[in-house]
């Protein structure tokens, strides 16, 4: 694991955690879960300090960040006043079960805590499947250029979670440690 890019995300019910899985196996990036009291393990902060890039993921819940990510957003405030990441790499993903379902909210909750602490965000660099052709399981079927989207089906289990989100995820991974000049990375 490349401790260089750290993913710190919550997740509620397990979806996000197995998109910032895919986001890791495409950058080899290192995983840190806010837990469900909105708290990183020791050493978290640490983790997070040393890392050159950050990627911050969120459930969608009621249009924006869970409850738990804002807490970590909130303490992180010790940070941005010593300007701790500033000129790090940053990008954002979110997992939500409508297809829409007024995500771009949550992506744009995590590019304004990313320029608050004067980092350089770093969209999907991804051109969208979407013309008739197009399927659910191409790269980049939601369309999104400001961050990484996923949609899961709000009584889909982990394991049913579609594969194109999931590849997408990869490819987003692989941007990031390619941009980052971290080069080595999980997808060819
Ligand atoms: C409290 C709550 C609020 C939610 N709000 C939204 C929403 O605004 N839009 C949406 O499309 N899905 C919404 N969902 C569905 C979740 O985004 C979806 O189930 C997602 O896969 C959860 O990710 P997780 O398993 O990582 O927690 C909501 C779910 C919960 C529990």
């Not at 990008?91 to 909210?105: E, P, R």
């Not at 990031?176 to 060819?188: C, D, L, M, N, Q």
């Amino acid at each position: 694991m490349n401790q260089d890019i750290c993913i710190v995300f919550h997740s509620g019910h397990g979806h996000t955690r197995r998109i910032a899985e895919a986001i890791a196996e495409g950058c080899l990036g290192s995983l840190l879960e806010i837990d469900g009291g909105g708290e990183l393990a020791d050493g978290g902060w640490r983790q997070l300090d040393h890392a050159r890039a950050i990627v911050f993921g969120s459930p969608t819940y009621m249009g924006n960040v869970s409850w738990q990510f804002k807490k970590f957003l909130d303490t992180s405030a010790a940070v941005w006043s010593r300007q701790g990441w500033k000129n790090k790499l940053a990008a954002g993903f979110t997992n939500s079960a409508g297809i829409n379902g007024d995500k771009l909210s949550t992506l744009q909750a995590l590019f304004t805590l990313s320029q608050q602490h004067g980092m350089i965000w770093l969209g999907t660099g991804m051109m969208p499947s979407n013309t008739r052709a197009a399927t659910r399981d191409d790269l980049n079927y939601l369309a999104s250029f400001s961050g990484l989207m996923a949609a899961t089906p709000a009584d889909a289990s982990v394991d049913e979670m579609i594969p194109g989100d999931l590849a997408t995820a990869r490819r987003f991974g692989a941007r990031i440690a390619e941009v980052g000049g971290f080069f080595r990375t999980g997808v060819e």
